[in-house]
């Protein structure tokens, strides 16, 4: 195991190093922005790394609550495929397609509701029991470190472009904002509460965090924002070699978020194992105590 | 402050945040070991 996180801080290590050489030198300069578009190579990556760990929270959440019950999750299986067959069979509905934002196309439409059943059931066999839960606070905090960058270097590149830090009232940055502290809230309400139902609640919480993710990706498809417009799927043009270093990008970002998340889970489990350790240890001093309060001359039935 | 500071403040900003983060994992692993450590010896 530790063979292979060495590796693959390895290869890590490499393809940052990559994926920076290609931001910095080898994309080409924007005609219209300069040299400070090349802030997109960080924050957009970041963005999407976060949506996707906080999709995996969202997952592995709904598989918690549900393993609850098992005639719940039973129910929850077929719920899912019937959401991934119909949302597929839909995306090529007519009526649906009209929908569908100008310029996105209904098989990339298809391929995201397809990735919801396939995530579903992914998670579910690799994180049985309580590591689903190990997972969702694993995935809630590297996502929260993700958008932090994300709004952070968000106004940094504003700041140029517009002469503003912030756009207020613009919808991708509220919704954004709004979604870093939902899942802030989420870290908070893990941290200090410690009641038994802690967990579910959390749960809970992040099943209604997640509905803010499609708000936060499709503002800018179906609002005018300060924000610019789509140009991945959107209709926009990108020149080559600025999509091949977003993308170089963001892979080197997704290997970075997997090891951090690795390191995060185990850091979950010794943090449980601790925990497990001292409830046996005051378990043992509380059986010693009672020991102790018997009367001396009253000896055991 | 020209456009060239702006792009290396991001990229900064970026590997600070996650350095910060990284170290508070290492600081987390480390207490909790040594935690576990006090447990095993009780």
Redesign the interface.
């Known amino acids: 195991m530790r063979k292979t996180f060495t590796i693959l801080s390895v290869i890590t290590a490499v393809l940052l190093a990559y994926a920076?050489y290609q931001a910095l030198v080898v994309a080409p300069t924007d005609a219209q922005?300069?040299?400070?578009y090349?802030?997109i190579y960080?924050?957009v990556p970041?963005a999407w790394t976060a949506f996707l760990l906080f999709f995996i929270n969202f997952i592995a959440s709904i598989q918690y609550l549900v393993s609850r019950k098992p005639s719940t999750q039973a129910a929850a299986k077929w719920v899912v495929l019937a959401i991934g067959v119909a949302g597929v069979v839909a995306c090529f509905l007519p009526a649906v397609q009209r929908l569908i934002p100008a310029g996105m196309r209904p098989s990339a439409v298809a391929t995201t509701v397809l990735l919801i059943p396939i995530f579903y059931f992914v998670i579910g066999w690799l994180f049985p029991g309580d590591r689903l839960d190990v997972l969702a606070v694993t995935t809630a905090e590297v996502g929260v470190?993700f958008c932090?960058?994300v709004l952070?270097?968000g106004p940094?590149?504003a700041?140029?472009v517009w002469g503003i830090w912030w756009a207020p009232g613009d919808i991708r940055l509220t919704s954004t904002l709004v979604l870093w502290l939902i899942y802030v809230s989420y870290l908070v309400l893990r941290r200090f509460s410690n009641s038994a139902q802690t967990q579910m609640l959390a749960a809970a919480l992040a099943v209604f965090g997640a509905l803010d993710v499609p708000l936060v990706y499709f503002s800018i498809w179906f609002f005018r924002t300060q924000h610019p417009q789509p140009v991945i799927g959107g209709g926009g043009s990108m020149d080559p070699r600025m999509l091949r270093t977003l993308l170089d990008s963001w892979i080197a970002f997704l290997f970075?978020a997997f090891l951090?998340c690795w390191?995060?889970f185990r850091?979950e489990l010794?943090?449980r194992?601790?925990e497990e350790?001292?409830a046996m240890?005051s378990l043992a001093g509380e059986g010693v105590a009672a020991k102790a309060s018997l009367p001396l001359n009253r000896s055991p039935r | 402050m020209n456009?060239?500071k702006?792009?290396f403040?991001?990229?900064i900003?970026?590997w600070v945040?996650?350095g910060v983060?990284?170290g508070s994992?290492v600081r987390?692993?480390s207490q909790?070991?040594r935690?576990?450590k006090e447990?095993?010896k009780?």
């Open positions: 920076l922005q300069g040299e400070v090349r802030i960080y924050h970041s470190v932090t960058i952070i270097t940094i590149w700041r140029p970075f951090v390191s995060r850091l010794l943090h194992e601790v350790a001292h240890e | 456009a060239i702006f792009l403040a991001a990229y900003a970026t945040i996650h983060y990284l994992l987390r692993f909790l070991r935690e576990l447990v095993g009780k």
